[in-house]
């Protein structure tokens, strides 16, 4: 048996977790969960696959891809959309927030845990909705450029 560095908190177990799922524990998936491991923030799945691979040239995209829709199952991560609808994966324990970005200026902002329960009950006062705020980016303008007219 060889020696296995253990992986940090949450991902000390993954290896076995990935295993029951029917996925073979291996270099390259290992690779993934280091990556993500270090991630601060989100993350989108082509920079993660750009990381993997100056990290280990062998990574195959389809891998990480499988790899990340199982870690999604799991409970470990969790996918959000990009302005262009791109998938960005959160790791999970994380905040409740939501995803704004400004059309004309191309900024980016993330609204924080407050202002996301503060949407959260404007939608379930109109209809009983229980929205998934972190899910989507919210597109439009920002407050200078709204008023820069
Ligand atoms: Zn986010
Ligand atoms: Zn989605
Ligand atoms: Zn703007």
């Known amino acids: 048996m060889s020696v296995v560095e ?3 908190g949450q991902w000390a177990t ?6 029951q799922r029917g996925l073979r524990w291996t270099p390259q998936r ?22 993997c691979r100056s990290r280990n040239p062998s990574t195959i995209p389809s891998t990480v891809y499988r790899t990340l829709n199982v870690l999604e199952d799991l409970g470990l991560i ?20 939501g995803h704004l970005h ?9 609204i924080d845990e407050s202002g996301a329960d503060e949407i959260a009950r404007a939608f379930r006062g109109v209809d009983g909705f229980e929205i998934d705020i972190g899910h989507v980016t ?8 709204a008023s820069a007219v």
């Open 30 to 51: 290992r690779t993934v969960i280091e990556v993500l491991a270090e991630t601060d923030g989100h993350v989108a799945a082509a920079e993660l696959v750009a990381r």
């Open 6 to 8: 253990k992986l940090p």
């Open 102 to 110: 400004c059309t004309e200026c191309g900024s980016t902002w993330e």
């Open 138 to 145: 919210v597109v439009g303008r920002c407050r200078e450029c």
């Open 14 to 19: 993954v290896g076995d977790r990935l295993r």
């Open 78 to 97: 969790r996918h959000g959309h990009g302005a262009d609808g791109r998938e960005e994966f959160h790791v999970l324990p994380e905040r409740e927030h």
